[in-house]
């Protein structure tokens, strides 16, 4: 409406005008050598009029004259540009779905119909990854590199080709020369973090750190626990070289992120050697609330240099229970009670705490099992049978980051060298499924665990052998239903006789640690049940005669070589829970 108004006022403003100078008397002269001409004034502005018209037009024409070169250029420098910019779309989006041959055939339209545009650089490099040509991928980057405007990229490049070829130096020197080119750059920075903190310079790192900070990378309370967990990693390294150093490099990790467990348990030692209990103690209790840790609870229990067993077992009894019961590992109280139980002798505590994981134990639950019964009973055949089951068992909670499972805590993964990456958790692979991950014993080790203890009769003419009913595999087969309920091996044991009045070993025949009669599958029965009516045909009563040199397993206990497999059970279970000892002992090494 307004420009309505405007027009509508333009022309009576025109109109106007042209009746004034239409009103105006006059007459105009105009000499010109010889030539004389006197219009009137109305015929003379309308003359002016119509020659300034020609003249604009006049010069219009002479300017797109002079313009067209320019302009034939530029619109087919534009539409070479267009043709590359739709072969650089189509050849990335070739890279996308994989065809080499296409993206190899744009790659080259884009270089030859843009070949200044870092698109088309960028372009050409990832064809050349695709198919395979480092050396194509390398050029490219480095072109990229020396570009102002692709600096930075060609870097990055250059970086991982780095990392594809193995070539950890060149790729730690491009990360640092990009990173003094770009400090806010999160690539650069996480990278030069991992290096140095791979190469165990903590300062470097902590210098990065607080760089990250200062660029805004990263935000106070990341800062926080990252510089917390670097200073706990100096601190260990540190520990038998420099302990002032270490003493203050983890009491400054504990105030920073008092939930980590190494910076908990290393400033608990520092505390406790400077009979600083009560500290220690607070210490290892705020660490514990967040994350109960094996480590935790044996610090806390040898948090006072010489207390007695059962001193340590009434400390850890109070430690756990301040565990919450909505965290994950609240089953490590009642492990560290067990374990503390079984070092007092105080079994009846310690199967009472371990009684609800029997059923369906994790490892260190069969191995702390396996101790209890040779500890206790002296049972050498339970604790094997315990110790078998615990290969077999589901595992432990243990320090893991990106799917990489170490016995130790570590400040980065060494998969891809993120910082404070491992978490106390239970590994990917043994986690349970929807349908569970109950393991069924053998008949064997149901049996074994199901019968009570033996006892153990020394005789006075008790031979050094010890014998073994063999029978047929028709002897362990099933009995009829109404013997369902019994044990599968040992239903014969049902009526027990005095222990007092053992039978009496059959001498071996000479060639019997030689032959092996039968070849049937053997059943083996207790000590107890030897000289009883077995439910099937027994063939013979052989006794176990062993040369020297035999690397089976003796009764006393498993054998060396068992041994150097799979451990006793109480090196299992302190591998597991850990020891305080062990536990200063590995970092130290």
Request: glycine fraction near 6%.
């Amino acid at each position: 409406m307004l420009r309505i108004v405007l027009f509508l006022v333009l022309i009576a403003l025109a109109g106007a005008g042209a009746a004034w100078v239409a009103d105006q008397p006059g007459n105009v002269v105009l000499t010109w050598g010889g030539w004389r001409a006197s219009p009137s004034i109305p015929v003379f502005v309308l003359c002016l009029g119509i020659f300034a018209v020609l003249v604009v037009l006049l010069w219009t024409i002479l300017t797109v004259i002079w313009r067209m070169p320019g302009r034939v250029r530029r619109r087919r420098r534009e539409k070479r540009h267009a043709r590359g910019r739709h072969a650089i779309t189509h050849g990335l989006l070739a890279i996308g779905h994989g065809d080499t041959a296409l993206a190899r055939r744009h790659a080259d339209a884009a270089r030859r119909h843009t070949p200044d545009d870092p698109l088309a650089l960028l372009l050409h490099a990832q064809s050349a990854q695709l198919d395979g040509n480092r050396d194509e991928a390398q050029r490219a980057f480095r072109a990229m590199a020396e570009r102002e405007d692709t600096r930075l990229l060609g870097l990055r490049g250059l970086f991982i080709e780095a990392q594809r070829a193995d070539d950890a130096v060149g790729a730690v020197m491009i990360a640092e020369e990009a990173l003094k080119l770009s400090p806010s750059s999160t690539w650069a920075s996480h990278a030069v973090l991992g290096f140095r903190c791979a190469r165990g310079d903590w300062g470097g790192a902590l210098a990065i750190l607080d760089s990250n900070l200062s660029a805004g990378l990263i935000d106070k309370q990341a800062y926080r626990r990252q510089r917390g967990v670097l200073l706990t990693a100096r601190a260990l390294e540190l520990e038998t070289m420099d302990r002032d150093v270490a003493r203050e490099s983890v009491m400054e990790a504990v105030k920073l992120a008092p939930t980590l467990v190494p910076a908990a348990v290393l400033a608990a030692k520092f505390e406790s050697e400077a009979h600083q209990v009560r500290r220690a103690m607070k210490l290892v209790e705020a660490a514990w609330l967040a994350n109960p840790h094996p480590d935790l609870a044996d610090a806390y229990a040898h948090v006072k240099l010489g207390d007695s067993a059962r001193q340590r077992l009434q400390r850890v009894e109070t430690l756990a229970a301040k565990t919450p019961a909505d965290k994950p590992g609240h089953v490590e109280g009642q492990l560290a009670i067990a374990r503390a139980a079984i070092d007092a002798s105080e079994f009846a505590r310690a199967r009472e705490v371990l009684s609800p994981y029997v059923n369906n134990p994790t490892q260190r639950v069969a191995l702390l099992m396996a101790e209890l019964e040779r500890a206790e009973h002296g049972d050498s055949g339970r604790a094997r049978v315990w110790t078998l089951r615990a290969v077999r068992a589901r595992h432990d909670p243990a320090w893991t980051a990106d799917g990489y499972v170490s016995d130790r805590w570590r400040p980065v993964s060494p998969v891809t060298g993120r910082l404070d990456a491992f978490q106390w958790q239970t590994p990917v692979a043994s986690l349970p499924s929807d349908k569970g991950t109950t393991i069924e014993s053998s008949a064997f080790e149901e049996a074994m665990l199901a019968a009570p203890p033996p006892k153990r009769v020394t005789m006075a003419n008790e031979a050094p052998t010890e014998p073994v009913v063999i029978a047929s595999a028709s002897a362990a087969a099933p009995e009829p239903a109404a013997q369902d309920n019994a044990p599968p091996v040992a239903k014969e044991t049902a009526k027990e006789e005095p222990a007092e009045v053992p039978p009496e070993p059959v001498k071996p025949a000479p060639e019997a640690a030689e032959s092996s009669p039968v070849a049937e599958t053997p059943v083996f029965r207790t000590r107890a049940d030897l000289g009883k009516p077995a439910q099937g045909p027994i063939q013979t009563v052989i006794p176990i005669v062993r040369a020297p040199d035999d690397p089976g397993i003796d009764d006393d206990g498993p054998s060396d070589e068992f041994t150097e497999q799979i451990g006793t059970p109480r090196d299992h279970a302190k591998a597991q829970a850990g020891g305080w000892r062990g536990f200063w002992s590995r970092w130290g090494a």
